[in-house]
Every structure is written in C-alpha cells, then in structure tokens.
C-alpha cells in the first residue's frame, strides 16, 4: 500500500466513459465526486477548469492528470477515469487522451499533496503502467494497481 491508498476507493475508478470534449468529462468527473465524497459538482469543474486554463494536464501519449485545489475540501482525493474512446485534450504531442488520473486537494494543499502529483505522474509515465490504465479490463485490478505503487 503507498500513499494513493487513502485517496482512492474503488467506486471512484470509472472504465469505459463515453464522452466527446473535456467539458463532458469534467462534468462525469465532477458528478461522481459529488456522489461519492459530497464535494459540489459546481466546484470540481470550476477547480479543474482552472487549473486547465493555465495549460493542459496531458503528459501525453493518452494520459492526463487533471487537478486542482477545492475550497472547504478537507482531504485530497484521487480518482481514475477510462474513456471509451480518446478525446482532445490539447496535449502538447497532439496526442487525444483516454486515461485520466484526477486529483482534488483542499485549497491550502500541501507540499504532500504536489508529492503525490509528482508521484501519479512518474508512475504513469512507467511504459508498462501505462499500458496497464490503457488496456486492463477490471476497475479492482487498476485500483490493485493505483495502490500498490511505491
């Protein structure tokens, strides 16, 4: 277990989403944390949508790492969301996404909190992690997987 497993359950891993722009999705996104967590809907899409107004969160070749800082929120969160098919995400290698990790930290993040970003990040950008959020089939073995890196 690593530091992803208090801030990923199970329900907040989604496979097969089929939307068609980065608004949809914010707004899938957004109504799964307001269902699972109680964090408004309203405030999930304006934190990703500004933090994705100072540049895109796509690491590229498919994956992007959505984030943001919530008011009121008390805890981070981290959720994982597989798109049916890729959509644009104004990567810089041009490149449509289809695996999203999404993180929502309070608005007083911390020093933890960016670690942890850092951490999705080097993680991801594993050539064998990737392919694994990309291709596997079962949401329990991508959160098997999200919680067993260290």
Known sequence: MNA???????????????????????????????????????SVIAC?????????????NGIAIPHGRVKFLEQAHIGFVRLKESINFH???KQPVKALVIMLVPEAATQAHL????????????????????TEPSADNIYQLLTAWN
């Open 48 to 60: 990703l949508e500004e933090r994705e107004a100072l540049g895109s969160t796509a690491l590229g």
């Open 4 to 42: 992803l497993a208090q801030l990923i359950t199970p329900n907040n891993i989604s496979l097969d989403i089929e939307v068609s722009s980065r608004e949809e999705l914010f707004i899938f996104i957004a109504q799964q944390f307001e269902k699972n967590h109680g964090i408004s809907a309203n």
């Open 115 to 134: 670690d942890i970003l850092a951490k999705i990040a080097q993680t991801i950008s594993n050539n064998k992690n990737k392919n694994i959020l990309l």
């Open 91 to 93: 990567a810089t290698d």
